[in-house]
């Protein structure tokens, strides 16, 4: 499975972008998505999971509220939607995709898929 993310860019405080992960070699549809974030100088944390058909999504404390994942299985494509951004949220975004056990969504090492990250920069 190969995939690519792409939607970033620089918004300003409270402002929208909505994160795109494109997946091609085969279907996604039994895989769990997950999009994570690394910021400079910090480590990758866990942003938002959801799992294979979409019924069942999973945030970082830090994102609830603002931020909304989904996927369409049909396009083999998993979504971002971030609202209210705030400069903190500036990072690079990764997504990443694995076989879906039901569990460890927030964990880096449940998803054997990585994208090459987006730049999200959020300005005050």
């Known amino acids: 499975v190969q995939l690519q993310a792409f939607g970033g860019g620089l918004v300003q405080a409270g402002g929208s972008l909505r994160l795109s992960c494109a997946a091609s070699?085969?279907?996604?549809?039994?895989?769990?998505g997950g999009w994570f974030r690394q910021a400079p100088g910090k480590e990758r944390e866990f942003v938002a999971a959801?799992?294979?058909?979409?019924?069942?999504?999973y945030y970082a404390d830090s994102v609830k509220g603002r931020f909304t994942i989904s996927r369409d299985n049909g396009k083999n494509t998993v979504y971002l939607q971030m609202n209210s951004l705030k400069p903190e949220d500036t990072a690079v975004y990764y997504c990443?995709?694995?076989?879906?056990?039901?569990?460890?969504?927030?964990?880096?090492?449940?998803?054997?898929?990585w994208g090459q990250g987006t730049q999200v920069t959020v300005s005050s």
């Open positions: 959801i799992n294979w058909s979409g019924g069942s999504a």
């Open positions: 990443a995709a694995g076989a879906d056990y039901g569990l460890g969504y927030d964990g880096g090492r449940s998803y054997d898929y």
């Open positions: 070699g085969r279907t996604l549809i039994t895989y769990a």
